[in-house]
Nanobody, 125 residues
């Protein structure tokens, strides 16, 4: 079993930056691929980015390519999502999730079975 805890989100102005972290507990952390998803009010949950267990493979949704960067620090059991050039359309609850399919770079929510509690990110002036 993997426990995932997201860092606190926050309020950011358009064009600003924010880095989210997802810290995992459990001895099997290093075998899990980790992804970030988000869900805005009235919309379905969508995949944002993911990183394989090794950290060598990543995947990004088209709407964040060039703006968001995912990384993982194996010593800290943490995956980061650096978000730059944020727009109001990025406003959502952001969740990190894990799958034991260690090489996965999927952005499909149903393929992930361990989830964090979510953190609110609001982009507004």
């Amino acid at each position: 079993q993997l426990q995932l805890v997201e860092s606190e989100g926050g309020l950011v102005q358009p064009g600003g930056s924010l880095t989210l972290s997802c810290t995992a507990s459990g001895s099997t952390w290093r075998f899990y691929a980790i992804a970030w998803f988000r869900q805005a009010p009235g919309k379905e949950r969508e995949g944002v980015s993911c990183i394989s267990a090794s950290g060598r493979a990543t995947n990004y949704a088209d709407f964040v390519k060039g703006r968001f960067t995912i990384s993982r620090d194996k010593d800290k059991n943490t995956v980061y999502l650096q978000m730059n050039n944020l727009t109001p359309e990025d406003t959502a609850i952001y969740y990190c999730a894990g799958t034991s399919t260690w090489a996965s770079t999927s952005l499909r929510p149903y393929e992930y079975d361990q989830w964090g509690q979510g953190t609110q990110v609001t982009v507004s002036s």
